[in-house]
């Protein structure tokens, strides 16, 4: 199992960046698919989760109405569009999954770490003021 993101860069505040993350070894229909970002010296947060199969989707409170998060099961990838930016928006993001096709409709699981069997490497977003 394989999880690359990319897309990430530099933008200005109230810019746009679409995130990837494409998936091999596994299905991203059938799976939860999250995506956390941790900024300097913060803890990685949970943003958003997936569950195409079940048709769910989450939103943690900080990104909600301005980032969107979609599936693609023919490219297997996973997208997190993310407009509006501010500079607080500044972290590396990771995606991530897990075959418990539950966690995004359940409450308050998807944020946690533990509930993911594999993890991208990561990419950096930079918001600028």
């Known amino acids: 199992v394989q999880l690359v993101e990319s897309g990430g860069g530099l933008v200005e505040a109230g810019g746009s960046l679409r995130l990837s993350c494409a998936g091999s070894g596994f299905t991203v229909d059938d799976d939860t698919i999250a995506w956390f970002r941790q900024a300097p010296g913060k803890e990685r947060e949970g943003i958003s989760c997936i569950t195409s199969s079940r048709g769910v989707t989450k939103y943690a409170d900080s990104v909600k109405g301005r980032f969107t998060i979609s599936s693609d099961n023919a490219k297997n990838t996973v997208y997190l569009q993310m407009n509006s930016l501010k500079p607080e928006d500044t972290a590396d993001y990771y995606c991530?999954?897990?075959?418990?096709?539950?966690?995004?409709?359940?409450?308050?699981?998807?944020?946690?770490?533990?509930?993911?069997?594999?993890w991208g490497q990561g990419t950096q977003v930079t918001v600028s003021s």
């Open positions: 991530a999954t897990s075959s418990a096709s539950y966690l995004c409709a359940a409450s308050g699981l998807y944020e946690r770490l533990n509930e993911y069997d594999y």
